[in-house]
T-cell receptor, first 111, second 117 residues
Framework: EDKVVQSPLSLVVHEGDTVTLNCSYEVTNFRSLLWYKQEKKAPTFLFMLTSSGIEKKSGRLSSILDKKELFSILNITATQTGDSAIYLC???????????FGTGTRLQVFP | EAGVAQSPRYKIIEKRQSVAFWCNPI?????LYWYQQILGQGPKLLIQ????????DSQLPKDRFSAERLKGVDSTLKIQPAKLEDSAVYLC???????????????FGPGTRLTVL
């Protein structure tokens, strides 16, 4: 059965800290891994990763995929209170467009 | 570009009642998805449409849930009759193939929070 596991489930930090969120997966015919940020209700797209070892970066956020060890990390440097959200990891398989989500990591950033 | 629109934003009903949700995807997006997100969990796909045809409804509880996308644009999801365990956020997403021919990047609407009492 396809599985996406995120850790930690919850994280509390102070502004300025750096955090690393983890996502491991077990899926057949893996195609891509996506990261979403969910603040109120609608998940908003952050990154899509398909190749191992190539870092994707957007401002203070970056992510990398390891297809050999079947995991991805999402790094956030110099965290701000606006980074407080649930971060969702999802994977896709070939021959289907379905997103298979993990349970998410709840990040709380305090001033 | 307008995003995915959903209504209502909130709905409270009693068990055994019926409810319907509406979604209008991003213009031109052929693929539309309905997800159910129970508190503390990631979204779970209920049904996927390609234009007005169903691609995947394997996780839709068909005894009580139904969905349609008659003209290949907007869609409705109905629950009849509702159960307590249907309390969740119902998210609609849409996408269209990118340069690589895949539809991996899905764009989500604001969702409808359903509470069943």
């Amino acid at each position: 059965e396809d599985k996406v596991v995120q850790s930690p489930l919850s994280l509390v930090v102070h502004e300025g800290d750096t955090v690393t969120l983890n996502c491991s997966y077990e899926v057949t015919n893996f195609r891509s891994l996506l990261w979403y940020k969910q603040e109120k209700k609608a998940p908003t797209f952050l990154f899509m990763l398909t190749s191992s070892g190539i870092e994707k970066k957007s401002g203070r956020l970056s992510s990398i995929l390891d297809k050999k060890e079947l995991f991805s990390i999402l790094n956030i440097t110099a965290t701000q209170t606006g980074d407080s959200a649930i971060y969702l990891c999802a994977v896709t398989r070939y021959n289907t467009d379905k997103l298979i989500f993990g349970t998410g990591t709840r990040l709380q950033v305090f001033p | 570009e307008a995003g995915v629109a959903q209504s209502p934003r909130y709905k409270i009903i009693e068990k055994r009642q019926s409810v319907a949700f509406w979604c209008n995807p991003i213009s031109g997006h052929a693929t539309l998805y309905w997800y159910q997100q129970i508190l503390g969990q990631g979204p779970k796909l209920l049904i996927q449409f390609q234009n007005n045809g169903v691609v995947d409804d394997s996780q839709l509880p068909k005894d009580r849930f139904s969905a349609e996308r008659l003209k290949g644009v907007d869609s409705t999801l109905k629950i009849q009759p509702a159960k307590l365990e249907d309390s969740a956020v119902y998210l609609c997403a849409s996408t269209t193939p990118g340069a690589g021919g895949t539809t991996d990047t899905q764009y989500f609407g604001p969702g409808t929070r359903l509470t069943v009492l």
